[in-house]
């Protein structure tokens, strides 16, 4: 159990709609990264927020956004969804830059998002 | 971005044997760390090797890590049907908070 819990762990939408999905950090992390996994591939960088703002973006359209809340907890938000966009959505928090930290992430176990 | 590729990609062997897996990376890197993943739910943690460092161990993993072949690999001695998992390597730059991960190894243990 890394202490990150992310909600829903399923859902299913069709194209065209729009998807909140929810992250709690581990206790003391104030950095949450967000991927995208999809089958049969390795996780893929959407973007991260330290400190309640975006602090760097992969490769993915403005269609995918995020917000960080002053508990540093997360929300992905995804507008206009394609088919393309069902995967596991990953959330993964970690210490920010100057606190020592290597960069392990500590994941949650996904809310995993099917596009019809 | 970079990313680590392992090879091979899936990997059964019987209870007991040892597993090795390999990754290759483009540019110079901070650390590279390797996780595991069950059944598609979330990544757990495993080792993390830094640039500077050429090998490392935790209980039943060893980890190598060449830089000038841009390469490391995960070594799982003594296998057991618990370890039957995805593995994936993954990169940090210098400066940068995120982890570039590879496609992944899938390994079966069969007991």
């Known amino acids: 159990e890394t202490g990150v819990t992310q909600s829903p762990t399923h859902l299913i939408k069709t194209r065209g709609q729009q998807v909140t999905l929810r992250c709690s950090s581990q206790s003391g992390h104030n950095t949450v990264s967000w991927y995208q996994q999809a089958l049969g591939q390795g996780p893929q960088f959407i973007f991260q927020?330290?400190?309640?703002?975006?602090?760097g973006r992969g490769n993915f359209p403005p269609r995918f956004s995020g917000l960080q809340f002053p508990n540093y907890s997360s929300e992905l938000n995804v507008n206009a969804l394609e088919l393309d966009d069902s995967a596991l959505y990953l959330c993964?928090?970690?210490?920010?830059?100057?606190?020592?930290?290597?960069?392990?992430?500590?994941f949650g176990e996904g809310s995993r998002l099917t596009v019809l | 971005s970079q990313q680590g590729e392992e090879d091979p990609q899936a990997l059964s062997i019987q209870e007991g044997e040892n597993a090795t897996m390999n990754c290759s990376y483009k540019t110079s890197i901070n650390n590279l760390q390797w996780y595991r993943q069950n059944s598609g739910r979330g990544l757990v943690h495993l080792i993390l090797?830094?640039?500077?460092?050429r090998e490392k161990h935790s209980g039943r993993l060893r980890v190598t890590l060449d830089t000038s072949k841009k390469s490391s690999s995960l070594l799982i001695t003594a296998s057991r049907a618990a370890d039957t998992a995805s593995y994936f390597c993954?990169?940090?730059?210098?400066?940068?908070?995120?982890?570039?991960f590879g496609k992944g190894n899938q390994v079966v243990v069969i007991p």
């Open positions: 927020y330290y400190r309640e703002e975006e602090n």
């Open positions: 993954a990169t940090r730059l210098y400066g940068n908070n995120r982890l570039a």
């Open positions: 090797i830094r640039s500077n460092e």
């Open positions: 993964a928090s970690s210490l920010g830059e100057g606190r020592g930290n290597t960069g392990e992430l500590f």
